[in-house]
């Protein structure tokens, strides 16, 4: 294997690109179409779009604008939001989705992880685990966009997901969304010894030295909004990926 | 023409997509008819082993594969799954392999305090064994995505074209005659895989 692989997630909502702090306040930065072209010339490791206007409602994806999407994408593709049953996960990887990320649902009928593992193998399966601290600094997992607390342990989720049959684990902490304050180690860390399926760290990520970082604490793919679609200090919208031997020396 | 093998357990959107972009044509074939016809074939596959290999036998593509191949000169490129397809059998299911290959498919083990995960997912660099058309003008530095738990070990070390790295070597290209296979995506692999896809539609 090269690197650790560097994941740019995309928020979508109502067909456009935003970005969120903290799951809220989402901005908007533009059109997704235009930024896969833009990620594709990059040559990213993998690419990830979440549309978060979807999630935790009965909304169905938006088919027609996830094939254009996936007609440019020439990189791995993953895609959550609104995926609530196995007809959805069946139409999504026939337009050429390679991962549905699943959140709510998973939650709510577990079944739907091991239906989509059988369907496509465990490798098109990616469970959303959102994450955040409590009061008194405990880690609880959240679904329908940050909004429903489940009350559980994120490493002990995790096993259940990974049982399920999730092929890897997306772990999202909600209190460093777009806060580029870095990525929580601490949680990164404790879900990637608990499980066998790799995790893929989310969440805070501002620079490079984050990215190696998360690498250190265990993760097998770091993603990152932010980072990778605003610039400067007063968060010019400018989508970047690192250049790819400043990746190679990064995770020597 | 390129005709992509059609045996409902897979994402063939991808590969259409990218063929596409290519500009090489191609078309989904489903029944053992149509793939007689076919000039060149892409077996593609994701999921379990026996699953596939109960789509290829239910519908009759299994035996239809076999004949044409094996006793013609169609070209076939199995991919990930469709590649382990190829061999004898593998570790993770009972049913039999087309035997195209002599192989058989391994799970990925690692001692357990290896930080090493599986499934294997990620990109990697090839290091080439023998030359190929497939491989034509391919740069040094191509590099593949990967995603898969289990992986070919073939008898013959002429059979193996490339191996690639993951806690050690594994095989990541085979050819046999006009049977090759790629353990990677292509479909997936940016312009790397664009030029072993052009290869492939030019042999």
């Known amino acids: 294997m090269l690197h650790t692989r560097v994941i740019p997630c995309l928020l979508m909502r109502n067909q456009g690109l935003v970005k969120t702090v903290k799951f809220k306040d989402s901005r908007y930065i533009g059109d997704p179409i235009n930024a896969v072209r833009i990620f594709n010339e990059k040559e990213v490791d993998e690419l990830m779009f979440l549309d978060i206007g979807n999630s935790g409602k009965s909304v169905s994806p938006d088919f027609e604008l996830l094939s254009d999407i996936a007609s440019e994408a020439f990189m791995p593709f993953a895609y959550g939001g609104g995926v609530t049953n196995i007809d959805q996960v069946k139409r999504l990887y026939a337009v050429g989705v390679e991962k549905v990320v699943l959140n709510t649902a998973a939650a709510e009928r577990p079944h739907l992880v091991s239906e989509a593992a059988r369907l496509a193998g465990s490798s098109g399966v990616i469970v959303s685990v959102d994450v955040r601290r409590n009061w008194r600094g405990r880690h609880s997992v959240h679904v329908a966009s940050g909004t429903k607390d489940l009350k559980r342990d994120p490493a002990e989720y995790a096993c259940e997901m990974e049982r399920l049959g999730a092929g890897e684990i997306l772990l999202n902490s909600i209190d460093r969304d777009g806060t580029k304050s870095g990525y929580d180690l601490e949680l990164i860390e404790r879900v990637c010894k608990a499980v066998s399926i790799p995790v893929v760290a989310s969440g805070g990520a501002a620079g490079l030295s984050d990215l190696r970082q998360a690498a250190d604490a265990g993760a097998s793919g770091l993603a990152a909004g932010s980072m990778f679609v605003y610039h400067g200090k007063h968060d010019a919208v400018l989508i970047t990926y690192p250049e790819y031997d400043q990746l190679e020396r990064l995770f020597k | 023409m390129i005709s992509v093998v059609d045996y409902g357990v897979c994402n063939l959107g991808s590969m259409l997509n990218m063929l596409r972009k290519i500009g090489v044509p191609a078309q989904l074939v489903s029944t053992p008819a149509e793939l007689s016809l076919a000039k060149k074939i892409i077996l593609p596959g994701v999921g379990a082993f026996d699953n596939g290999m109960r789509a290829l036998t239910e519908r009759g593509l299994a035996e239809a594969l076999r004949s044409k191949v094996a006793h013609g000169e169609t070209p076939l490129l199995g991919v990930?799954?469709?590649?382990?397809?190829?061999?004898?059998?593998?570790?993770?299911?009972?049913?039999?392999?087309?035997?195209?290959?002599?192989?058989?498919?391994?799970?990925?083990?690692?001692?357990?305090?290896?930080?090493?995960?599986?499934?294997?997912?990620?990109?990697?660099?090839?290091?080439?064994?023998?030359?190929?058309a497939l491989l034509r003008d391919l740069e040094n530095e191509s590099r593949f995505y990967f995603?898969?738990?289990?992986?070919?070990?073939?008898?013959?070390?002429?059979?193996?074209?490339?191996?690639?790295?993951?806690?050690?070597?594994?095989?990541?290209?085979?050819?046999?005659?006009?049977?090759?296979?790629?353990?990677?995506?292509?479909?997936?692999?940016?312009?790397?895989?664009?030029?072993?896809?052009?290869?492939?539609?030019?042999?």
């Open chain 2, 80 to 132: 990930c799954l469709g590649m382990q397809m190829l061999g004898r059998g593998s570790e993770e299911g009972a049913l039999r392999g087309l035997g195209l290959i002599d192989a058989d498919a391994h799970r990925f083990r690692f001692a357990p305090e290896s930080r090493l995960k599986v499934p294997h997912m990620g990109w990697s660099h090839l290091d080439r064994l023998h030359e190929c």
């Open chain 2, 147 to 203: 995603c898969h738990s289990y992986h070919l070990v073939c008898d013959s070390p002429h059979d193996v074209l490339a191996n690639a790295g993951y806690g050690g070597g594994f095989v990541a290209m085979v050819h046999h005659k006009n049977v090759f296979g790629v353990q990677f995506h292509p479909e997936k692999s940016h312009r790397f895989g664009m030029a072993l896809l052009h290869n492939f539609a030019r042999m």
